[in-house]
Nanobody
Framework: QVQLVESGGRLVQTGGSLKLSCAASGRTFSTTTVGWFRQAPGQEREFVAAISWRGGTTVYGSSPAGRFTISSDNANNTVYLQMNSLKSEDTAVYYC?????????????????WGQGTQVTVSS
């Protein structure tokens, strides 16, 4: 069974950058789409971005607005989320997840395996 582990979250100042990692073990991502979501306290889980592991196709949610970039490293079975020009509203727990049907969906219900999340806090 696949396991996902996110890392890279920390406290950062407004305008700063972070690179989150999502590492898979147990099996490869080869037939899935990998998505990043985030959830702030009291809010619903929000779609951030998704990537096709095989083809590199990427899809982004509306919130990053050109500030975030999703990428993958097949050799290391890892997906990254580069976040630039961070704002206070980016503060959330960030999760990665896999969709075995590779739909590039923004609906978290379409993803079947989730990591434990990594906390990103943006402070002014």
């Amino acid at each position: 069974q696949v396991q996902l582990v996110e890392s890279g979250g920390r406290l950062v100042q407004t305008g700063g950058s972070l690179k989150l990692s999502c590492a898979a073990s147990g099996r490869t991502f080869s037939t899935t789409t990998v998505g990043w979501f985030r959830q702030a306290p009291g809010q619903e889980r929000e779609f951030v971005a998704a990537i096709s592991w095989r083809g590199g196709t990427t899809v982004y949610g509306s919130s990053p607005a050109g500030r975030f970039t999703i990428s993958s490293d097949n050799a290391n079975n890892t997906v990254y989320l580069q976040m630039n020009s961070l704002k206070s509203e980016d503060t959330a727990v960030y999760y990665c997840a896999t969709d075995p049907k590779a739909r590039y969906s923004s609906d978290p219900n379409d993803y079947d395996t989730w990591g434990q999340g990594t906390q990103v806090t943006v402070s002014s």
